[in-house]
């Protein structure tokens, strides 16, 4: 997904290709929804054959719609999956290592991936509407930028499948603090019946042209309306799965 380089592999899982079934059906990565855990194994070992990396490489964050990040090393390899997550709030990973599947977890919320390939870094963070708010996407290039010396302009970002404007009405609880962190912008639409439309990607993607990010990507796909495909916490009132983000550096 967003890159067609050799030198990294970056996807984003639909529902399909999995061992689990009901309404993990079919390929669930996540291991605190109620899915039989050594199913949840099982395609995560699917998933590492599909995209011919290995299944011990696999490095799940720990999110908790918090902000942490955490830069990951090779001594974290198979967090979560090879081994229990030792991670309590940890909704951004990322790495300069090779040979780390870096793996975060989705049903709705925003995917951000991150690409600085000259400074040879790959990250993805969580963005719900409480991440995005929280402004997650600033503070990882801000640590990029910060501690590893790269320019804006020479990060990457793509924001994948996930709830669409279309889908996305909030009431005052979380649009509320959406008008309190940006003000008055067009990517919260409201509505005479008080509720309001927030555009999730479009306020990611301005935060991050704001600190001058301009090589940014949106997969326009909104996981509600296209829930055949992919598991949407909206759209089955929570009864899903979860879908992965991933990141791999080759070299
Ligand atoms: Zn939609």
């Known amino acids: 997904m967003f890159w067609n380089d050799s030198q990294i592999v970056s996807f ?30 099982q395609n995560y070992k699917l998933l590492a054959q599909k995209l011919g990396i ?8 720990a999110q908790v719609h918090e ?36 793996v975060t977890h989705y049903a709705d919320c925003v995917p951000l991936f991150f690409y600085a390939p000259k ?5 993805l963070a969580h963005a719900g509407w409480r991440g995005t708010v929280n402004k997650i996407c600033e503070k990882m290039v801000k640590i990029w930028n910060e501690k590893h ?9 793509g924001i994948g499948p996930s709830i669409g404007a279309c889908c996305f009405e909030v009431n005052a609880d979380v649009s509320e603090p ?29 935060m991050l042209q704001n600190l001058g990010i301009y090589n940014i990507q949106i997969a326009n796909i909104c996981t509600c309306c296209n829930s ?3 598991f949407s916490h909206r759209k089955t ?12 550096l080759r070299y």
């Open 12 to 41: 984003f899982t639909t529902k399909e290709g999995g061992a689990s079934e009901g309404y993990f059906s079919s390929l669930n990565l996540g291991f605190k929804s109620g899915d039989d855990l050594n199913v949840v194994k």
């Open 54 to 61: 290995p299944y011990e490489s696999m490095t799940c964050s």
């Open 67 to 102: 902000t942490n990040i955490k830069q990951v090393t090779y001594e974290d390899r198979g967090n979560g999956v090879i081994f229990p997550n030792k991670w309590d709030s940890v909704d951004g990973i990322y790495t300069m290592e090779k040979d780390i599947t870096l």
């Open 119 to 123: 400074h040879h870094l790959i990250g």
């Open 149 to 157: 010396n790269v320019a804006y302009e020479d990060i990457q970002v």
């Open 178 to 206: 959406f008008v309190n962190t940006f003000g008055k912008a067009d990517f919260i639409k409201f509505k005479e019946n008080g509720k309001a439309n927030i555009d999730l990607w479009e306020c990611n993607e301005r």
């Open 228 to 230: 055949d495909k992919y």
């Open 237 to 248: 009132q929570g009864k899903r799965g979860l879908m992965g983000a991933i990141m791999y």
